[in-house]
């Protein structure tokens, strides 16, 4: 009982911590349960990512190298979640599934902020003929769906963790580029812009020390819901067979296998696999959803 | 109406350059990458090295890129997007003989998510904060969360395996397959035209989970527009007005609300189409439905750069036009809007 006291506490104290680091300390924005929960499951499923990495046997089997279960069984006392087509145990695949979709959601996710809003710094900043090239690009990429602009990529790179980081960042950065276009458009023209540089502050300075911080708030809502996204991305292109090789567990990949057998109604195969993509997907939502109330607090509901 | 003319010819007219940066990111990013496609195309080992260069010059690989870009834009601009290195057969006309499927399903599934999304948003604005709000929040967000091809591998499981209710996979079924005679390739509307009730039953049956499967992914997006646009509405003075006059909750959502509210659910409409693209990319591969999306993922596992190319210019061509049409519905809808 102690103990469990203790770790929960943990958790809400890093929980809290991080809240105060998004909302600047602003104390009556740290009772956002949404914003909670969604912390709670990203922080879980990393952690769990990590240690079924760190210690692949973590429920008592092998990922891969265990072969002793029955061929197709259903979940059992032993194999909670089943076993797949080669004997091995559904839940330890699953336990260790994540790390592609973790790692590859956030570095692209990072290298999308990160280009995009150079992007839209330049391109803000400087106007005439180069914003009007990137725009229209930018544009262009925006409309076109972003789930079949990742496959051709991805397949156009080969497979595997860089491709796919590079494919899902890549379909991203528009989204990056348009937040901080319009927030350099709209700041550039301040009065308190106009006295910075009349100080004499050059244009990385003002980028730097006046605009980046003005959009971070918008950057950090939307790359929640990206990171979402990115996780569906990336379940999708290991479904389509773009991911990481076999046999390393994968839940997109897990779910391709396991529709071989859908015809035999091997239903386990799939549905914990998806659970797990479901999960972590709606964690990084929560998340997106409790910073937008946050950070718009016009947006939070009025009762009519 | 002359404002609106103009305005759809302005925008025709920027669609050009947009579709052509599209063709030309597409085009270099084919070219530049590693990948050969005349080696894919034979199938890979064991050709010597004559056979590879003698197909590449044939196929006018070995020419330097801008002169193959050249070439390949002559063609675009006279609607001719090559021949697909798979099949020899002209891309364009493979393209057509496969975008009624997609438009079908895409169709199907608009439909399921307007109805769900619709309806659910504006029952979770009138009930905002209650259990029946929250409860419809939950769903939108976990609709977002959900995978497309997941959710239609369940569906299959259940309804198709384990019921038997519904077929698991393809346009059409048994016999129907290959005596079926279509004319236009949307085959509801063949079934239609040619009377064939047992046909047009057969194909509905076939819709249903493809079509539940994209409609319910796209659910979540469309209903909290609706909620969002409706609470908005619902703030409003004359909607106090309207309650003032007496007026039923009903009349007052149904008649004064919902016509106002729907303005911003039409404009993300174009967005939603290119969503709803890529959601058919995995909604068709799930269920072997033959569409242009399916086709997509064909041409890129055998490096079919012409198949490739032409299939991104034609989606993006159709949602630009998609996107034209909402930005002229939006304009009758919306009186306020002159363009």
Redesign the interface.
Known sequence: MDGRAIRRSMLARLLDWIIRKISHGRSELRRQTILKIGLSIVILFVVMTFLATQFPALNGYHPTLYRDGARLEGPTSSHWMGTDQLQRDVFSRILGGGKASLIVAFSAVALSVFLGSVLGWISGFTGGVLDRVLS??M???Y??????LA???V????AGLMPMIWAVGFVYIPTYFRVTRAEVLQVRETMYIEAVRAIGAGNTRIILRHIAPNTVNAIMAVSSFNL?DAI?TV??LS??GFGLPPPAPDW?FD?QN??KY??S?A?WL??F??VM??ML??GF??IG?GISDLVNPKRK???? | MGGVGRYVIQRLLLTI???F??LT??FL??RV???DPVSAMLGGRNISVEVLESYRVRLGFDRPIPVQYASYLSGVVRGDFGDSLRTGKPVIQELFLRFPATIELAICGLLVSIVLGVVTGIHA??H??HAA?HGIRVFH??S???????LG??F???FA??LGWLP?AGRLGGRLAFTFRSITGFYMLDAIIQADWTALADIARHLVLPGLTLGIALTGLQGRMSRASM?EV??ADYITTARAKGLRERTVVLGHALRNALIPIITVF??QF??????A??TE??FSWPGI?SY??RA??ARDYPS?QGS?VF??LF??VI?LIVDVCYSIIDPRVRY
């Open positions: 229209l690009t544009d262009a990429i409309s076109f769906p972003s789930m079949i496959i051709v990529l397949a156009m790179f080969g979402a569906l379940a999708a479904f389509l997109g779910i396991g529709q859908l015809q109604g239903w799939i549905t696999p998806g993509i479901i997907s709606l939502g929560l959803e509901r009025k009762r009519v | 350059p947009m579709v940066l599209l990111v597409v990013i084919l990458l590693p990948g604005a009138t905002a904060d709000d967000i976990a977002f969360a959900m995978p497309l091809f997941w591998l369940m299959q499981v259940f395996v384990r698991v609470l619902l703030d174009g967005l290119a969503v709803l693209m890529g959601g990319v995995l591969t799930v999306a997509l993922v890129i596992a490739i991104v989606i993006a949602i630009s996107n």
